[in-house]
């Protein structure tokens, strides 16, 4: 008989920093969570939750991944803050990967040959694939044994036709180079997907839905029969939406442009994914929603227009996403600025009369702070619902899924 998997550990490795939240998947409970912060650099802490107890700081150093995760392990069994006696009691370890390519269509066990096909899937994400790797790899030596599962933000939009992920490139060119849409955020759609069916009181596989990921990086999902049949974001996570500090979709000859002007394709890059969005539209420093809608309610003409232009370029979105699924059952929001920005949803909201989708003022102010709720009329011919996601949660959940086979 298969071994039970109760406890699963779920780790996000960043370039130089690493999250990790421990489940019991029994009642899904999280027992703890975890932040390692500046790996490789000096000043590297662990700061450490336990669920109902007081934070843990530790300035220790950590010169890579492997030295992180034997700090994490070592926490986990801490007999004065930890959760586990020994890392026996961990039955899985579940791990975000952010580029799984066309090679990746659902989440899969970690094997010598999954690693290869994350190995090759690094020129699409150069940045976060190779430390991905290194947390799988750095968990592989501290907790031998233990099987890891790695869940692809990509894997969900993978059910989309050629028609949405194609781009109108030579077809020898985009195939040589792997260049399609692939999407992003995929388990947060994923997660919402599943619980705004539960909501609805549908079958996964009969609802329709606009799915919207809103907070520093941010992306739409269109959802036919449970399915995602197109997404904002494209080859890289930089298409679609203006987010907090990425342009979102402009015309490409703004590159050439540019380029002709004197700036390289670094300062094109930084431009565009660092210095864009929120941060470029209203000066607003790293792009955070909060501080736009600030300098918006003190007059500011700059902030007033970049929150009209995130409404009006999501509502545009929702409104084509919402003709592809052939009618959506429910828009759905979900992220930082989903969950607790009514401000942005209201510029949203407003924006969909055509749909027959009418806000609720009180209500759209009253759901936040991890609440679910409806913000739309009850005569709102779509209804509009906020729904808190938890990647973490959903990554957990795959986990288990792939190991019971």
């Known amino acids: 008989m298969a071994k039970k998997i109760n406890k699963v550990l779920v780790v996000n490795c960043g370039s130089s920093s690493l999250k990790f939240q421990l489940f019991d998947m029994t009642g899904e409970k999280m027992l703890c969570k975890g932040l390692v912060e500046r790996i490789g650099i000096a000043g590297s802490r662990l700061v450490y939750t336990k669920t109902g107890c ?34 026996a009691e961990i039955d899985a370890i579940g791990h975000r990967v952010v580029h799984g390519g066309d090679k990746f269509s659902a989440p899969a066990k970690i094997t010598a040959a999954a690693k290869k096909l994350i190995q090759k899937c690094v020129p699409l994400a150069p940045l976060h694939n190779p430390a991905n790797l290194q947390g799988i790899e750095a968990c592989e030596k501290a907790a031998k044994g233990v099987p890891n599962v790695g ?7 993978q059910t989309m036709p050629g028609c949405a992920y194609q781009y109108a490139l030579p077809r020898k060119v985009a195939r040589k180079f792997g260049i399609r849409k692939y999407g992003f955020h995929g388990t947060s759609h994923k997660f919402i997907t599943q619980a705004a069916a539960a909501w609805l009181k549908k079958p996964l596989k009969k609802v329709n839905l606009v799915t919207c990921h809103l907070g520093n990086g941010s992306s739409l999902a269109a959802v036919k029969n449970g399915e995602c049949i197109d997404t ?13 500090t990425r342009s979102g979709t402009i015309d490409p000859g703004v590159i050439f442009f540019l380029g002709k002007q004197g700036y390289t394709f670094d300062q094109l890059d930084k431009m565009l994914n ?32 970049a929150l009209e232009a995130f409404g009006h370029r999501t509502a545009m979105y929702i409104g084509g996403y919402n003709t592809l699924v052939g009618g959506a059952d429910a828009i759905v929001m979900a992220g930082g600025i989903g969950e607790n920005a009514a401000e942005l949803r209201e510029q949203i909201v407003k924006r969909l009369g055509a749909l027959g989708v009418k806000l609720d003022k009180k209500a759209n102010l009253k759901v ?22 938890n990647e973490e949660l959903m990554i957990a959940r795959e986990t288990v899924a792939v190991l019971k086979g």
């Open 368 to 389: 936040r702070f991890g609440e679910s709720g409806v913000i739309s009329t009850k005569d709102s011919k779509i209804p509009v619902i906020v729904i808190p996601t």
């Open 274 to 305: 660092k210095e864009s969005g929120f941060q470029g539209l209203a000066g607003a420093q790293g792009g955070d929603s909060r501080d736009v809608v600030a300098k918006a309610e003190k007059g500011d003409i700059d902030a007033v227009e």
């Open 151 to 157: 869940v692809f933000d990509t894997a969900f939009h």
């Open 232 to 244: 904002t974001m494209g080859l890289t996570p930089l298409d679609g939406l203006i987010m907090g």
């Open 54 to 87: 007081e934070k843990v700081v530790r300035e220790v150093p950590m010169k890579n991944h492997v030295e992180a995760i034997a700090q994490v392990m070592a926490v986990l069994c801490d007999p004065s803050c930890g959760v586990v006696k020994s890392l």
